[in-house]
């Protein structure tokens, strides 16, 4: 899945790093996956960072295996390969979303969080929280900060804040010093992939009240 | 099958140059054939070679090969991001398998044999050790030519082996960082934003080769 639109707003090379590295967790990676099936340019440098992987690998001083290792692992290739994952067929977003999703965005479960904004939580480890927002046209997310990261991939649509203007593909990497409030672009609702490593901190106390309430 | 592996076990790069001369003098000569100019800077590349025979033929003297040179190197790779030996010398075998298993999806234009390995081998510790789903990029469909050009294949492994190469010449302490962001569990927030990658050239390499893909 490729847009035709020209993405500006990148993945950093710390989380392209720790993609590759392997260090991320699991609702970073969705996002990070999800960006790369979409922008060519950071599949480029991930693959790059990989190969930075693969020389640390190859430059390994060895651990020498049990007398049978070769012996086992023939007999575990004999047992054929463990069964594939059933691949998604036909979704408008890109495969490694898809699969968290069960299918589309006609799949997904939202719930409204207030002031036309809705959300769906995707089911990841702990570490870090996954989410599908809905921001109506015009719409705004209630203005917020960060405790540690926030990633936000656009989908559809656009939104814009304080910093810049995001189109479908964008990433947005906000960090604790980032305090914003994203507005959808009149004309097209926006939908986007967020994962945070912290629970957001809202300003007013409205939103404060939904965030116990709905995970946010 | 009955061969010796501590041939390939030494950890010098001259013990490996031997290695290579025992076991692929006819790999190096096939290559000379085709690359009469180059052949001298890139003695190993060899590794794609017994991929291929893993591929079409089958060839279990290739794997017993490969697997004298790399397993030893997975486990220690996989030690050091945090599994005890049984464990490292189970998924040792299982990384080999899907190795196997999978070299039909081996992509020599696009990677060098010790990445492509490395990729195996982090998602198998994601998998086990962390006990995550690993979300993947979409696969990208290739163009009419499904085989890869062989001037491709030639530069992507001459680059991974310079790159190797110029990871090996970096100062030990900046070796360190770049070791502890790869093996050492690394939050995304402390891996350091300038790790002077000696990343080269192969960044625009691997955009180069997104650009012959057929979109869907």
Redesign the interface.
Known sequence: ??TMNKITHHL????L??Y???????A???V???H??MC??C????????????????????????DA??A???A??AK??KAAASKPVGSDV????S??IGGGLNDVKWRPIGLGVRQAVLK??HAATARLLYIPSGAAVPDHGHR??ELTLVLQGAFRDETARFAAGDVEVADEELHHKPVAEIGHDCICLAATDAPLRFSAWIPRVAQSLFRL | MGMNLDIVQETGASGRQLAYAAFNSNALDDQKANFPAVTQTIPKNIWVDHLKRIQTDQDQQAFAELFGYFAPRVKAFLMKSGASPGMAEDCTQEVMATLWHKAHLFDPSRASVSTWIFTIARNKNIDALRKQRRPEPEELTWGPEAEPEASDVLVMQQESDQLSQAMKALPGQQRELIEKAYFGDLSHGQIAAETGLPLGTIKSRLRLALTKLARR
């Not at chain 1, 950093?12 to 989380?15: A, C, E, W």
């Not at chain 1, 590759?20 to 699991?26: C, F, K, M, R, T």
């Not at chain 1, 599949?43 to 049990?66: H, K, V």
């Open positions: 899945m490729n950093s090379d710390q989380l790093i720790g590759s590295a392997g260090s991320l967790p699991e970073f990676n969705l990070v996956a999800t790369l099936s060519d340019e599949r480029a440098a991930a693959q790059s960072f990989d190969s930075i992987g693969g020389a640390l690998l190859q430059a390994q001083p060895t651990e020498n295996l049990g290792a070769l086992k692992t023939m575990l290739i054929g390969p890109p495969d490694p979303l699969a968290y990841t480890s540690g990261t």
